[in-house]
């Protein structure tokens, strides 16, 4: 399985949205709509931030959203915060029964 | 609360084994699906494997198929990574993680650095 591919950094200013693009295969994200976006803070593990595309843990602000197209999924950021400063990632369920994540996005708060 | 704890990393020699352990608390281990990943210092993360609530499948990321081994102790609430012929590459943090019921990973640990050189 190839990485899925984010854009390596994403940049805003506070209160704006952004969104981060994650493109896949017919094999990944086209198939399933099983993507789950993680947070990820320097020296700290990864928070799952949503899941099942555009579903949110409880305790996950709602500024946080999902979607997806083909084989495109997408997390938007919306009223960016400072706290929001940090590396995100997307993960497909894939037919080869594995997982797939992708590249990284730093997103940085301007 | 959820808490997943890693232990056995270290410094290991190429071609050598070492075998990460992961203690479970704070939620029905013997129920859930756990995973592996990794992510090598500056990169990013890296699926390595799950194994199914009661151990009877496991799946491997190609890059470590027949020299990595999921298992799981549920008497004792315990993932295992068993690693074997080890490459400079596998240099990393290596996090254990439970899967949320709906193919996304719910609880990570802390995760535990892992390096491999001579």
């Known amino acids: 399985q190839s990485a899925l591919t984010q854009p390596a950094s994403v940049s805003g200013s506070p209160g704006q949205s952004i969104t981060i693009s994650c493109t896949g295969t017919?094999?990944?994200?086209?198939?399933?709509?099983?993507v789950s976006w993680y947070q990820q803070h320097p020296g700290k593990a990864p928070k799952v931030m949503i899941y099942e595309g555009s579903k949110r843990p409880s305790g996950v602000s709602n500024r946080f959203s999902g979607s997806k197209s083909g084989n495109t999924a997408s997390l938007t950021i919306s009223g960016l915060q400072a706290e929001d400063e940090a590396d995100y990632y997307c993960c497909s369920y894939a037919s080869s029964r594995d997982y797939v994540f992708g590249t990284g996005t730093k997103v940085t708060v301007l | 609360q959820v808490q997943l704890v890693e232990s056995g990393g270290g410094v290991v020699q190429p071609g050598r084994s070492l075998r990460l352990s992961c203690a479970a608390s704070?939620?029905?281990?013997?129920?859930?699906?756990m995973h592996w990943a990794r992510q090598a210092p500056g990169k990013g993360l890296e699926w390595m494997g799950n194994?199914?609530?009661?151990?009877?499948?496991?799946y491997y990321a190609d890059s470590v198929e027949g020299r990595f081994t999921i298992s799981r102790d549920n008497s004792k609430n315990t993932l295992f990574l068993q690693m074997n012929s080890l490459r400079p590459e596998d240099t990393a943090v290596y996090y254990c993680?439970?899967?949320?019921?709906?193919?996304?990973?719910?609880?990570w640990g802390q995760g535990i650095l892992v390096t491999v050189s001579s």
């Open positions: 194994i199914l609530y009661d151990g009877s499948n496991k």
């Open positions: 993680a439970r899967e949320g019921g709906s193919y996304y990973l719910s609880h």
């Open positions: 017919s094999g990944d994200i086209g198939t399933y709509n099983l």
């Open positions: 704070g939620f029905t281990f013997s129920s859930s699906a």
